[in-house]
């Protein structure tokens, strides 16, 4: 098992899972998980969002395997601020 931390940017928050609240929190993932792993237990429309994927501020895909440790972004396109 591993721990990542997400922080989730503006309007992705709407689609956080039910128990999933705020926008940065701490995930405990089966060993070996990749970002898509990751993204389908935090968002209930796995297949739409997010379009950007940073870890450890360097841009990302969902094919990454994730390391304890690692700190995911997640933004939409249409992200400001």
Avoid: C, W
């Avoid at 070996?32 to 739409?48: A, C, Q, R, S, Y």
């Avoid at 390391?67 to 933004?75: H, L, M, N, T, V």
Wanted: glycine share 8%.
């Amino acid at each position: 098992m591993i721990k990542v931390s997400v922080k989730v940017h503006q309007i992705l928050k709407q689609f956080l899972s039910e128990n999933k609240k705020g926008n940065t929190f701490d995930v405990i993932l089966k060993d070996n998980p990749t970002v898509k792993d990751l993204i389908n237990i935090i968002f209930i429309f796995p297949d739409e969002y997010p379009n950007i994927i940073l870890i450890n501020g360097i841009m990302g895909n969902e094919k990454h395997i994730l390391k304890r440790g690692d700190k995911i972004s997640f933004y939409s396109r249409i992200s400001g601020g």
